[in-house]
């Protein structure tokens, strides 16, 4: 055994145990021998992307696209159908999912306000019990990560070609198209960089499929024959919900023909808001890049402009050509979850490591007619979340449960046999996935901030149950909503003010005011809040 263990190169954790095992025992000499066992802490890869609805992963069901890999986590362990976030919005659901606690506790309310990176996280009391840590990609926390040994991470959005990244603290520009780069940093760290005799987590997150849906070459022409028809609530009227009416997240109106759907004709005729802004993206993509992306796209833009469309023509022509764009950037990422999935298992780690897929919210795909998020209506508010870990997850189980992106923080620390401090608001899913939770929460609660702002989403508040949702929309509006999502699964109907509802309203008043002094929520706090980010923003109350 001791000859096998010295002459493996790539010396994993269960060898280490055994190794320290057996040499314990050949010291303790002519003592009595005593089995040791030493618990092995697992390792952790938490894989997450930017923007990803679960509508485009296959093991949902929606049947879109394929991601086989990115299914193959679920299929090893577990799937989430009711995951959501506590904002649905990068930066401050990122802050969230590190510290485990919501937004008004951890001070990353919106993507404005500075992270507080000296505050406690799950990745620093895992290296200071141990572990050796990696943080590789989009993160979107301005400021040094801390709590990692190696990161190296996307100055804000990143981009798409030629990527430029923050190796501990030092900025270069790679070659090549983000998601293979980001995956390439992570499989080095996972190979070369980190220390072999210690178990890790590494954080692997990649900006795809984040705006403005640059496929790579590869897969440039992936589905080109699929027509996708929009949701039957592509065409929303909003009644009776203003601020769902007052969004700027709309496909049909907001969406730039350049910027987001590549129609950067070389005559320049098609003027649009935001063409300068894609011109410096494609012009980041070498010769060879650009006219394999010109062979693809400029037929597509001669069509287009020989066709005038107007109206709901012009309405599904772009969500199709979107949809097409948006799926093909999840295809690098799913490639990308097979390459670490592959490794772990060719390098004998599979046994030992914990495996998450996440995004951090979920995104419209035409549902009210919309891109974006930001909303607590459930496209946006849920998000994907895919587990495995051999060792205590039954491959195959099936989550109903109503589970938040501040659960990860405890479930890492649980798994990994670290304390769990008493101000995580999140609860470990340890229990959950391993099957012996006997009771579990009822309701989770929500918040966004981010108005005014681009997208236009007011801010507001509110609870989920597992049937029903009631939302406050606030500032420069005062609106409630109230929604039956077992009769009402999309959203199209506000509840609210109908007498048959009138006890549930009641109760889910109950609920928010429960949930509110739970995770202590107040009013007081949202005008804090709202105070500060309009003399960030300098605009006048
Ligand atoms: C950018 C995007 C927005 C997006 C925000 C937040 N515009 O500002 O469409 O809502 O990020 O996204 S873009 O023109 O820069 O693409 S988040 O995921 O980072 O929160
Ligand atoms: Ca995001």
């Known amino acids: 055994m001791a000859k096998q263990i010295l002459n493996t190169t790539k010396l994993n954790n269960s060898y280490l145990v055994v190794l320290s095992v057996f040499m314990l025992c050949f010291s303790c000499k002519d003592e009595a021998k005593v089995e040791v066992e030493t618990p092995q802490k697992p390792n952790i890869v938490f894989i997450m992307s930017d923007d990803h609805a679960y509508q485009a992963i296959s093991a949902y069901g929606h049947g879109l696209n394929n991601t086989p890999n990115i299914d193959r986590i679920g299929k090893e362990g577990a799937i989430f159908n009711k995951g959501f976030v506590n904002n649905s919005i990068c930066a401050p659901s990122r802050a969230a999912m590190l510290t485990g606690k919501h937004s008004f506790k951890n001070g990353k309310v919106d993507n404005i306000r500075p992270f507080n990176w000296d505050q406690d996280n799950f990745a620093k009391a895992l290296q200071k019990n141990g572990y050796e840590t990696a943080l590789v990609g989009k993160i979107h926390l301005d400021g040094l990560p801390q709590g990692f040994d190696y990161s190296n991470v996307l100055p804000g959005q990143g981009q798409y070609y030629s990527p430029d990244f923050i190796e501990n603290g030092v900025k270069k520009t790679y070659p ?269 609660y929500y918040t966004f901030y981010e108005y005014p702002s681009e997208h236009k989403v007011k801010r507001h508040y509110g609870v989920r149950t597992d049937r029903y949702k009631l939302i406050h929309f606030y500032y420069d509006i005062d609106k409630w909503e109230l929604y039956d999502l077992e009769k009402d699964p999309t959203e199209m109907h506000n509840a609210y003010n109908d007498v048959e509802y009138t006890s549930v309203r009641e109760d889910m008043h109950k609920q928010l005011e429960k949930m509110r002094i739970k995770y202590g929520d107040s009013d007081a706090l949202n005008e804090e809040n709202l105070e500060r980010y309009l003399s960030v923003k300098n605009i006048k109350h």
């Open 176 to 444: 090549g198209y983000i998601t293979h780069v980001t995956t390439d940093i992570a499989l080095d760290w996972l190979d070369t960089k980190r220390k072999k005799d210690k178990p890790f987590l590494l954080m692997y997150h990649q900006k795809a499929p984040h705006r403005t849906w640059m496929p790579e070459e590869k897969y440039l022409t992936l589905m080109d024959s699929v027509t996708f028809n929009p949701p039957a609530n592509f065409f929303d009227d909003y009644e009776d919900r203003p601020a769902a009416a007052t969004q700027e997240m709309s496909i049909y109106k907001d969406m730039d023909l350049v910027y987001d759907l590549k129609m950067l004709d070389k005559e320049g005729e098609l003027k649009t808001k935001y063409r300068g802004m894609f011109q410096k993206r494609y012009d980041r993509m070498t010769d060879e890049q650009k006219v394999a992306w010109d062979a693809y796209y400029d037929p597509i833009i001669a069509d287009f402009k020989s066709r005038n469309l107007e109206g709901k023509d012009l309405a599904i022509w772009k969500y199709n050509r979107y949809m097409h764009d948006y799926l093909r950037t999840i295809q690098s990422v799913d490639d990308g979850v097979g390459q670490v999935l592959d490794y772990l298992k060719e390098n004998g780690l599979e046994e030992n490591t914990i495996v998450v897929y996440t995004s951090d919210q979920g995104f419209y795909l035409g549902e009210h007619g919309w891109f974006d998020k930001r909303f607590m209506y459930e496209e946006s508010f849920r998000t994907p979340i895919l587990m495995k870990y051999p060792k205590e997850i039954k491959a195959g189980t099936v989550i109903d449960e109503l589970v938040q992106n501040i659960d990860f923080a405890p479930t890492f620390l649980d798994f990994a046999g670290v304390d769990i401090d008493k101000n995580i608001q999140g609860e470990s899913l340890r229990k959950l996935v391993n099957g012996e939770a006997s009771e579990w929460r009822d309701a989770i």
